[in-house]
């Protein structure tokens, strides 16, 4: 399969290489569509469909997705701070009265504890949540980690690192540049 020139962002159909795919920017719409188009499953992350078509795109071969861990997720009716954080809890509003009594009305769920009520502190106790949360309020304003699957925004503070001084509008022509071109001449 031929590739593409660096400028020309090619059209996402079956004649397009995994390489040259992977290669640009798609939004997830576009991706659906040709999950539509070649009887693929739509459902997941923009990440997993992406891999999805990839492994369609080399191997010709339709994989269905993952299917999720299931959980009752059921979370006790009281909370103190050596409750364990069980696998499927949400944040609740159970949850929210909680902090707001043992943090303050500072409270909020910010980055860290969703994620740590979610995915990372099932184990651990509400005790190190609260713990977390102080810790993740006294770092500097930025450095958190965006997760991957927000570009955009990891984009745009890359953009203003790399850019002092720069507009929003500068940031903005930076992306639509990015995300029309190909990403290794981008690098």
Known sequence: MQGFSSMERPELNL?????????????????????????????????????????FLETGERLKPKPKRKSNGKMPETFTR???????WRNSQGLRSFFEAEIG?????????????????????????????????????????????????????AFYDANPGATRADAIAAWKAKRSGRASDQN
């Open 15 to 55: 004649t397009i290489s995994a390489i040259d795919f992977l290669d640009f920017y798609w939004l997830k719409n576009e991706l659906t569509g040709f999950c539509r188009e070649n009887e693929l499953s739509t459902s997941g992350s923009k990440q997993e469909i992406t891999a999805r078509i990839t492994h």
């Open 105 to 157: 009305n500072g409270f909020h769920f910010n980055v860290f504890l969703r994620d740590f009520i979610t995915n990372s502190g099932v184990g651990k106790t509400l005790g190190n949540a609260i713990d977390g949360w102080h810790e993740s309020k006294s770092r500097p304003k930025g450095s958190s980690e965006i997760g991957e699957q927000f570009e955009y925004n990891r984009h745009m503070r």
């Open 82 to 88: 050596d409750t364990v954080i069980g696998e499927g």
